[in-house]
């Protein structure tokens, strides 16, 4: 149980395209759930926090305008990465929070499997 | 500003020998605290949390909080080589909140 997908797993664009990442919460269903960014050999990032039916709450400095996320359902959540540049090359990774699961501790994330975009 | 402070490392560990990593925090309220293991190229899964002083145990993995001292540690027994990887410790940002805080993380490498 709490399993987390992200779709694609690895991500090849050109600059100025738009790439779509997908985030599904398998067997639970997700209230909230967290996009971050991890350059190489660096911590966690997080850039905002999807709830759904509602929009996102960025982090400072993240451009909410650059980064959309849509949290449509309990089960799914998307990031569209807009005109992607090279300095947007990264491992995006979501979260979700259980709604209602018995095994989750209070405040525990279940991550994806993360996705890697490469911008050329 | 909340914080979680962790050394970075790297942290050698030969195999067999137990492995101790540590992390202080800032927020005096924080209650409950989550250790995060993460393999190279990987994300993040769910080894520990913890949220009463003391110890807690689960299979070679002992978590360990003073909230006084206001530190959390992680100690793996009989490390293996497959324990190498970057663990990061996080507490909530705000009791009650919804985002977590992490630490940079430290990498421990097993050496067989």
């Known amino acids: 149980g709490a399993v987390v997908s992200q779709h694609p797993s690895r991500v090849i664009c050109k600059s100025g395209t738009s790439v779509k990442i997908e985030c599904r919460s398998l067997?639970?269903?997700?209230?909230?759930m967290f996009w971050y960014r991890q350059f190489p050999k660096q911590s966690l990032m997080l850039m905002a926090t999807?709830?759904?039916?509602?929009?996102?709450?960025?982090e400072q400095g993240v451009e909410k305008d650059k980064f959309l996320i849509n949290h449509a359902s309990l089960t799914l959540s998307t990031l569209t990465v807009t005109s992607a540049h090279p300095e947007d090359s990264s491992f995006y990774i979501c979260?979700?929070?259980?709604?209602?699961?018995?095994?989750?501790?209070?405040?525990?994330?279940?991550f994806g499997p993360g996705t890697r975009l490469t911008v050329l | 500003q909340k914080e979680v402070e962790q050394n970075s490392g790297p942290l050698s560990v030969p195999e067999g020998a137990i492995a101790s990593l540590n992390c202080t925090y800032s927020?005096?309220?924080?209650?409950?605290f989550f250790w995060y293991r993460q393999y190279s190229g990987k994300s993040p899964e769910l080894i520990m949390f913890?949220?009463?002083?003391g110890d807690k145990e689960d299979g070679r993995f002992t978590a360990q909080l003073n909230k006084a001292s206001q530190y959390v540690s992680l100690l793996i027994r009989d490390s293996q080589p497959s324990d190498s990887a970057t663990y990061l410790c996080?507490?909530?940002?705000?009791?009650?909140?919804?985002?977590?805080?992490f630490g940079q993380g430290t990498r421990l490498t097993i050496n067989p």
């Open positions: 979260s979700a929070k259980a709604l209602g699961l018995a095994k989750a501790s209070y405040n525990e994330q279940f």
């Open positions: 067997d639970f269903q997700a209230t909230t």
């Open positions: 999807s709830n759904e039916g509602s929009k996102a709450t960025y």
């Open positions: 927020d005096r309220g924080s209650q409950s």
């Open positions: 913890i949220y009463s002083n």
């Open positions: 996080a507490f909530p940002d705000v009791q009650g909140a919804q985002k977590l805080v």
